[in-house]
């Protein structure tokens, strides 16, 4: 991705610069914009970070990306020594010394180096987007201008954990299919490997034609004996070329939209996202972002492209002038209840609190959902595994079978 080099000031007229990697200058223009800056000079740059840093330590480790633990720890750190009155660049010494991850040590460096030039915090958290998402530095940059950053990086960091619960839930919700899927594949190829051609060896000397589930093993195996070696080749090369369509706009917004209509795990996926979606608007709410600017932040941090759209979707029906139900029901995201929530916290003036159950309300469906899911999933499973057992013994049975009435 390429690194843009900008010139903006921010709501209180003063001069900042810095860069910012980004697919084009206007995806730098509208970021700027949502953190409430205005653009003044973009050019791109083949420099990834100031000219005074290119070649530091850092710069061999940019492909890497901090664990959402060790962010969370950063935060939690950085609220600590904030509300005991550690000066700020001890602090940030502190934490690079005691950092277990090499790349975030070297960041938190970074950071404290510009906040010994005089740079403010958020925008020296700026510099570094594959860490800091776009949300969080507008939550500290709020949190600086208010005076309240202990209380900033606190909200970061109870939201950060929320958002690490639900992701685990679901992780492990997903894990016990996808490890039988895996021990199914597996069995088919050494079944298709080392078992088949063994009795197609017996069955060659029978003389008589076999069933047709027989030549249908028989053939699957021979296919995947001699062609083993491309058939491995042909699928890396779909993977590779399926994850680089992934990264694509449009190849993102498809996959990500795909992941919703999986049936009873995409229902899953989307409730957990709208939880995210909820607790983010909350806290970037409640810390003082303007509505717009907020869904706009909270589209970029939803981890969904498809979702990340509708909720765009919202901020532009927002910024015409209607209001936050109806810019929600055109959506198509959210249930009946929930909507009826959107609009009594938009009639009462209590947007904050509604959004705030309605995270909740999402959370308790994936919870439940997730302790279902294992009974949604074993009977397919099973019915999976029968036929594959069901088709196996008819291939393996079904000459013997015929040897034996012929014998008797």
């Given amino acids: 991705m390429p690194a843009f080099y900008y010139k903006a000031r921010d709501g209180r007229g003063e001069a900042l610069?810095?860069?910012?990697?980004?697919?084009?200058?206007?995806?730098?223009?509208?970021?700027?914009?949502?953190?409430?800056?205005?653009?003044?000079?973009?050019?791109?740059?083949r420099v990834r970070s100031t000219p005074a840093r290119s070649g530091s330590a850092l710069s061999g480790l940019r492909w890497r990306r901090v664990s959402l633990p060790d962010l969370?720890?950063?935060?939690?750190?950085?609220?600590?020594?904030?509300?005991?009155?550690?000066?700020v660049l001890r602090a940030m010494d502190g934490l690079a010394r005691t950092a277990r991850d090499p790349y975030m040590a070297q960041v938190i460096r970074e950071v404290r180096n510009d906040?010994?030039?005089?740079?403010?915090?958020?925008?020296?958290?700026?510099?570094?987007?594959?860490?800091?998402?776009?949300?969080?530095?507008?939550?500290v940059q709020v949190g600086e201008n208010a005076g309240r950053l202990d209380e900033a990086f606190l909200q970061l960091a109870n939201h950060l954990e929320q958002d690490k619960r639900t992701r685990d839930q679901v992780k492990a919700a997903m894990r016990y299919p996808v490890m039988v899927l895996v021990a199914i594949?597996?069995?088919?190829?050494?079944?298709?490997?080392?078992?088949?051609?063994?009795?197609?060896?017996?069955?060659?000397?029978?003389?008589?034609?076999?069933?047709?589930?027989?030549r249908i093993l028989l053939a699957t195996s021979e296919f995947t004996v001699s062609?083993?070696?491309?058939?491995?080749?042909?699928?890396?090369?779909?993977?590779?070329?399926?994850?680089?369509?992934?990264?694509?706009?449009?190849?993102?917004?498809?996959?990500?939209?795909?992941?919703?209509?999986?049936?009873?795990?995409?229902?899953?996926?989307?409730?957990?996202?709208?939880?995210?979606?909820?607790?983010?608007f909350v806290m970037a709410s409640r810390s003082g972002v303007p509505i717009t600017t907020a869904l706009s932040l909270v589209a970029r941090a939803s981890g969904n492209a498809w979702v990340a759209s509708r909720i765009e979707g919202m901020r532009q029906a927002t910024e015409r002038g209607e209001g936050m139900a109806r810019s929600?029901?055109?959506?198509?995201?959210?249930?009946?209840?929930?909507?009826?929530?959107?609009s009594v916290g938009e009639e009462t003036g209590q947007m904050d609190d509604m959004m705030e159950q309605m995270a909740d309300f999402y959370e308790q469906e994936v919870e439940?959902?997730?302790?279902?899911?294992?009974?949604?999933?074993?009977?397919?499973?099973?019915?999976?595994?029968g036929v594959?057992?069901?088709?196996?013994?008819?291939?393996?049975?079904?000459?013997?079978?015929?040897?034996?009435?012929?014998?008797?």
């Avoid at 302790?371 to 999976?384: A, D, F, G, M, S």
């Fill in 328 to 342: 929600a029901a055109n959506t198509e995201l959210f249930t009946p209840l929930v909507m009826q929530m959107i």
């Fill in 185 to 214: 594949a597996i069995a088919i190829a050494v079944i298709n490997v080392f078992v088949i051609p063994a009795f197609a060896r017996l069955f060659a000397g029978f003389g008589e034609q076999l069933p047709l589930p027989t």
């Fill in 115 to 139: 906040l010994e030039e005089g740079r403010a915090m958020a925008e020296a958290l700026r510099k570094h987007p594959r860490v800091f998402s776009p949300l969080y530095v507008s939550i």
């Fill in 72 to 87: 969370i720890m950063f935060s939690r750190q950085m609220y600590s020594l904030n509300r005991a009155g550690v000066p």
């Fill in 227 to 280: 062609y083993g070696v491309w058939l491995l080749l042909g699928l890396a090369a779909l993977v590779g070329l399926f994850m680089w369509w992934k990264q694509t706009p449009d190849g993102a917004l498809r996959w990500d939209r795909f992941k919703l209509r999986i049936p009873i795990v995409g229902d899953i996926v989307l409730r957990a996202t709208l939880a995210r979606f909820g607790r983010s």
């Fill in 368 to 385: 439940y959902d997730i302790r279902q899911l294992n009974t949604y999933i074993e009977p397919l499973l099973l019915v999976v595994v």
């Fill in 388 to 408: 594959l057992v069901l088709i196996l013994a008819l291939g393996v049975f079904l000459p013997m079978w015929d040897l034996a009435q012929a014998a008797l």
């Fill in 17 to 45: 610069e810095g860069t910012l990697d980004a697919p084009s200058a206007d995806a730098v223009a509208e970021q700027l914009q949502a953190d409430g800056h205005t653009p003044v000079t973009i050019r791109q740059t």
